[in-house]
């Protein structure tokens, strides 16, 4: 068990939902167990809604670790899409610039009653 980061609380109270100071929220840096933690904490206590408990957290770790394998594979996927179409990002971006800056020259057109 160890306590969280001012950071780390952030984090996790930007995902879900944490009740504000003002309406008698954390004042405190919550505790939390790592997986290994709740293992050890299983096998001390034993009663039936304890063990219960246990075994749902430990599958929601289980899950949580899925999850991260195809993330990461996803998030490789990503990167490695971003640097094929760099070059075509580039040219894109030097023509919309292009396109930007021939509009530019036309706004600057004199209207009006000239002396």
């Known amino acids: 068990m160890f306590q969280l980061s001012k950071e780390e ?3 996790l109270k ?3 939902v944490i009740s504000s100071l003002n309406h008698g929220g954390v004042r405190k840096m919550p505790y939390v167990f ?3 933690g709740v293992y050890m904490l299983a096998t001390v206590l034993r009663s039936k809604v304890a063990v219960d408990v246990n075994i749902a ?3 929601t770790f289980t899950k949580l670790r ?3 394998k195809h993330y990461n594979a996803l998030a ?3 990167i490695e899409i971003d640097r094929k179409h760099d070059k075509q990002y580039k040219q ?3 023509a919309l610039d292009e396109l ?3 509009s530019k020259m036309v706004d600057e057109k004199v209207m009006g009653f000239l002396k």
Do not use: P
């Open 9 to 11: 609380f952030e984090n």
């Open 66 to 68: 899925e999850f991260s």
């Open 34 to 36: 790592t997986e290994q």
């Open 14 to 16: 930007s995902q879900i």
């Open 57 to 59: 957290i430990m599958r």
């Open 92 to 94: 894109l971006r030097k």
């Open 100 to 102: 930007v800056s021939s």
């Open 76 to 78: 490789k996927q990503l």
